[in-house]
């Protein structure tokens, strides 16, 4: 395979079961690897992580917060990201105020039934903002959704939860991204929306914005074929000599 390799980032509670369909797609012509984040509470970490076990150099694709844990391996190491693809995610930090109170409460209220009634009965409460309401009857995508989720642990999850919670402000970094860039997102995404990802695509220079219909925030698993082939255009495209741009 002469192909630069992929590595796809997962995002919370998620592991390789999310990115299935776009390893099966893409890995004939490349080397695939997903990331795993284990027990990590930062999002430094986890990019820590990705850089242990990856290529030199590689592609680099993050969906929900695997999103923001992509734009920390390109903080941390620019030098050897070939491209980038930004999947409903987001690049801002917590917000200051209410909303910021709303989400941490939000999110310790799901932490308090994953633990108290276990991690099935907390992605059943929280799938359903996260699929295009037509696909809550959907019993194959919800039912893989679930047990995905059931595989992982509320120690994870609180550990996840932590590093969102402290996410940092990317927005300086964006503006400085200078390798081909796909920013992605389900049109009924509810939890990252759409305007968002227009936002997100203005501030990195000739990135390419792809509005998925008819799919909210489990876009790998909700439109597998579509998200597949938007990834396999952006592989396509030329890799650019540099990476980050310095700081004005």
Same mark, same amino acid.
Not at 112 to 141: N, Y
Not at 218 to 223: D, I
């Given at each position: 395979?002469?192909?630069? &390799?992929?590595?796809?980032?997962?995002?919370?509670?998620?592991?390789?079961?999310?990115?299935?369909?776009?390893?099966?797609?893409?890995?004939?012509?490349?080397?695939?690897?997903?990331?795993?984040?284990? @027990?990590?509470?930062?999002?430094?970490?986890?990019? #820590?992580?990705?850089?242990?076990?990856?290529?030199?150099?590689?592609?680099?694709?993050? %969906? *929900?917060?695997?999103?923001?844990?992509?734009? #920390?391996?390109?903080?941390?190491?620019? #030098?050897?990201?070939?491209?980038?693809?930004?999947?409903?995610?987001?690049?801002?930090?917590?917000?200051? !105020?209410?909303?910021? +109170?709303?989400?941490?409460?939000?999110?310790?209220?799901?932490?308090?039934?994953?633990?108290?009634? !276990? =991690?099935?009965?907390? !992605?059943?409460?929280?799938?359903?903002?996260?699929?295009?309401?037509?696909?809550?009857?959907?019993? &194959?995508? /919800?039912?893989? /959704?679930?047990?995905?989720? +059931?595989? *992982?642990?509320?120690? /994870?999850?609180?550990?996840?939860?932590?590093?969102?919670?402290?996410?940092?402000?990317?927005?300086?970094?964006?503006?400085?991204?200078?390798?081909?860039?796909?920013?992605?997102? !389900?049109? @009924?995404?509810?939890?990252? &929306?759409? +305007?968002?990802?227009?936002? =997100?695509?203005?501030?990195? &220079?000739?990135?390419?914005?792809?509005? /998925?219909?008819?799919?909210? %925030?489990?876009?790998?698993? #909700?439109?597998?074929?579509?998200? *597949?082939?938007?990834?396999?255009?952006?592989?396509?495209?030329?890799?650019?000599? %540099?990476?980050?741009?310095?700081?004005?």
């Amino acid at each position: 395979m002469s192909a630069e &390799p992929l590595v796809l980032v997962p995002g919370l509670v998620c592991d390789d079961a999310v990115w299935q369909p776009q390893v099966a797609a893409l890995a004939s012509h490349r080397p695939v690897q997903v990331a795993r984040h284990g @027990e990590a509470d930062t999002l430094g970490r986890m990019a #820590e992580q990705v850089l242990a076990l990856a290529p030199p150099r590689f592609a680099l694709a993050g %969906h *929900s917060m695997g999103g923001r844990v992509a734009l #920390e391996v390109l903080a941390q190491a620019p #030098e050897r990201v070939t491209r980038l693809a930004l999947l409903d995610t987001g690049h801002d930090g917590l917000p200051a !105020g209410e909303a910021g +109170e709303r989400e941490r409460a939000g999110r310790l209220r799901l932490l308090d039934i994953a633990r108290g009634q !276990g =991690m099935r009965a907390m !992605g059943a409460d929280w799938v359903r903002g996260m699929v295009h309401p037509r696909r809550l009857d959907d019993a &194959p995508l /919800i039912g893989a /959704i679930l047990d995905m989720i +059931e595989r *992982s642990t509320p120690v /994870i999850f609180a550990a996840q939860i932590r590093a969102l919670l402290a996410r940092p402000d990317r927005s300086a970094l964006l503006a400085r991204v200078a390798v081909p860039t796909l920013v992605l997102c !389900g049109h @009924e995404d509810g939890w990252s &929306p759409i +305007e968002r990802h227009r936002v =997100m695509a203005g501030m990195v &220079p000739g990135s390419v914005l792809v509005d /998925i219909p008819d799919c909210g %925030h489990m876009c790998t698993m #909700e439109q597998p074929a579509a998200i *597949s082939a938007a990834l396999d255009a952006w592989l396509r495209d030329a890799p650019q000599p %540099h990476r980050v741009n310095p700081p004005s």
